[in-house]
């Protein structure tokens, strides 16, 4: 389908091979559904999927078999490459084919060479949102370490990003981790603008150290997002906001959290950790983050 006759708004969805895949699929048609969006899907071939890397090996075969070997070695690495773009097609055409099958109407396709950060970035201002999985197919799913490309594109993009869940499930209820910041400022007001979003109940909680949050910002923000809201709980609650705000997501039922995202600097989240990245590891639901 020509890309000039593809409604305004689009998802960016990154995919690849993991076991995140059908999920990235659903919680990208939910959204889709939700915002009347066309979906554009893209799988990045990275230099690991490439085979050797265009590295010269030349130096490291021994006398009198360089030359055949060097002629094997490259008749593999381009058979390896050719191998990476089929699979990265079949990829593709699967999740468009579930998309499809989900009910969305205008989906695309897109494969691409390079790095997965890069690539959103060159891609990102065609879309109204991102969404990816957790973790990719060289993560170790038994632990709840995030994949390495995940940080790198939340951090990187200037669009809301929604970070799927390992599985999808029907979303009734959604929860704010509200911190009277710019960034939930600007997701309650994106949230206000999508009808689709109406008659859903939203819980806005805002979680402290002991300090007190100004009630009137935390009044305001619920007032907006009554404007939509089926029904807006608000609570208030102290403690680690990483720790609370995943109880209270567990024993609410809560389908989505919305905050914002690395309210600080890189270097400071690196010396005494980031609630954003702990969110994302702990929550066993799909978070969406505004920058």
């Known amino acids: ?68 070997l060097l002629s094997e070695l490259s008749e593999l690495d381009a058979r390896r490459a050719k191998l990476a773009q089929e699979h990265g097609r079949a990829i593709l055409d699967d999740a468009k084919k579930r998309l499809l099958d989900a009910g969305i109407q205008h989906v695309t396709t897109r494969l691409r060479h390079g790095e997965i950060a890069e690539t959103v970035s060159a891609l ?19 632990s709840l370490h995030l994949g390495s490309n995940l940080e790198r594109v939340i951090r990187q993009t200037h669009k809301p990003v929604l970070v799927a869940a390992r599985t999808f499930n029907p979303i009734e209820r959604l929860m704010v981790a509200y911190d009277g910041g710019k960034s939930v400022e600007k997701a309650i007001d994106l949230m206000a603008q999508n009808p689709g979003l109406q008659n859903m109940e939203v819980h806005l909680l805002s979680v402290t150290t002991g300090s007190s949050l100004m009630q009137g910002k935390m009044e305001s923000a619920a007032k ?50 980031s609630t954003t990245t702990e969110m994302v590891r702990a929550c066993q639901i799909p978070v969406v983050l505004v920058r």
Request: aromatic content about 4%; glycine content about 10%; proline content about 1%.
């Open 124 to 142: 990102e201002t065609e879309a109204n949102l991102i969404v990816l999985g957790k973790r990719g197919e060289a993560a170790d799913f038994e």
């Open 1 to 68: 389908m020509n890309e000039e006759t593809l409604p305004y708004n689009r998802l960016l969805m990154l995919i690849d091979g993991s076991q995140y895949a059908t999920s990235v699929c659903d919680h990208a048609a939910w959204v889709a559904k939700k915002i009347d969006s066309a979906v554009d899907v893209v799988h990045v071939l990275t230099r690991r999927d490439g085979g050797a890397e265009n590295k010269d090996l030349s130096g490291s075969i021994g006398l009198g078999a360089r030359s055949s």
């Open 224 to 273: 907006r997002l009554e404007s939509f809201a089926s029904n807006v709980v608000v609570d208030t609650l102290t403690g680690m906001p990483e720790k609370v705000i995943a109880e209270e997501v567990a024993a609410r039922k809560i389908g989505l959290l919305v905050m914002g995202a690395y309210g600080h600097s890189r270097i400071r989240s690196l010396l005494i950790g």
